[in-house]
Nanobody
């Protein structure tokens, strides 16, 4: 059974940085596309970034966020810099087997429970 556990969320001032981690188990990690999504209060869940070999980002975070993975440790990371108030959300780690060109939430097969990121002004 696939299990994804996020950590690293918290309260940070605007302009600050946070690094999220997602530890995966129950899967052959290197064969999965890993992604981060977020959901702000009252809004739909939205794509943030994904990684298989290459990476892809939502326009809203491009140049500020960096997704990476450590296949030896079954972990995916999201380094978030220059945080803005509008980045406030619950951040979710998600996984799907194989290379995925498009990763809407419906494409992902496994999800973590999320970690809250709050950016204050």
């Amino acid at each position: 059974q696939v299990q994804l556990v996020e950590s690293g969320g918290g309260l940070v001032q605007a302009g600050g940085s946070l690094r999220l981690s997602c530890a995966a188990s129950g899967l052959t990690f290197s064969r999965y596309t890993m992604a981060w999504f977020r959901q702000a209060p009252g809004k739909e869940r939205e794509f943030v970034a994904r990684i298989y070999g290459g990476t892809y980002y939502a326009d809203s975070v491009k140049g500020r966020f960096t997704i990476s993975r450590d296949n030896a440790k079954n972990t995916v990371f999201l380094q978030m810099n220059s945080l803005k108030r509008e980045d406030t959300a619950v951040y979710y780690c998600a996984a799907v087997l194989g290379v995925q060109v498009l990763t809407p939430p419906s494409a992902m097969t496994d999800w973590g429970k999320g970690t809250l990121v709050t950016v204050s002004s």
